[in-house]
């Protein structure tokens, strides 16, 4: 038998084995006779395969096409915008353009905006603005790679609470949010 369980996301349907006899169902070889144990397993593995699905969701080369001057990697579409602003009003500049800010997640996706891009300083979305020490991305809440210069961040004067990428040292710094800088944009086919 059969069955199928919906990507809450993605509203996609992965497919999954169940085998029942008169002593109780197997799940992708997990039996159950009614334990709570199995019951667990059977929920770890739906969950394990949703995260599989979102994962191969966002790998997916996207059907972002890059306005002109702008670069693209890994089904992501960048563009550095020359014109400083605060963290803030990059924040909303990105979003009018239906972009976020640029959202580093890696270190090959690092070395690239490196070789490809010139070496300024601009804004990055990443912000401990809600949870001092706790640096997430605004637009996500999550912070899956970091690439602190040494000793950052310090949140000297007790005020830097915004990351920028500073090439000159090849890595982040915090500073105050009020500070302008160049924006660099990122399309995503995942937004």
């Not at 084995?17 to 144990?37: D, R």
């Not at 959202?103 to 010139?118: C, G, V, Y």
């Not at 605004?138 to 790679?145: D, F, I, Q, R």
Request: hydrophobic residues 30%.
């Amino acid at each position: 038998m059969y069955g199928s369980f919906k990507s809450v996301v993605k509203h996609q349907t992965a497919v999954f084995e169940t085998q029942c006899s008169g002593t109780g169902c197997a799940f992708n070889g997990c039996e159950s006779s009614g334990s709570e144990t199995c019951d667990g397993h059977m929920f770890t593995k739906l969950s394990k395969i949703q995260l599989s699905i979102n994962d191969i969701w966002k790998r997916k080369p996207g059907a972002i096409v890059c306005k002109e001057g702008w670069k693209r990697y890994n089904g992501h579409g960048y563009h550095l915008f020359s014109k400083k602003m605060n963290w803030f009003q990059a924040q909303v500049f990105c979003r009018n353009q239906k972009t976020t800010l640029l959202q580093i997640n890696d270190a090959n996706e690092h070395n690239w905006l490196t070789k490809n891009f010139p070496i300024v300083a601009y804004w990055i979305d990443f912000t401990d603005i809600g949870t001092e020490g706790k640096w997430v991305t605004l637009s996500t809440g999550k912070s899956e790679y970091t690439r602190w210069h040494g000793g950052q961040p310090d949140n000297s004067g007790g005020k830097q609470n915004c990351a920028y990428n500073n090439y000159g040292k090849g890595s982040w710094d915090d500073i105050s949010c009020k500070t302008t800088y160049q924006v660099l944009c990122e399309a995503s086919d995942t937004l």
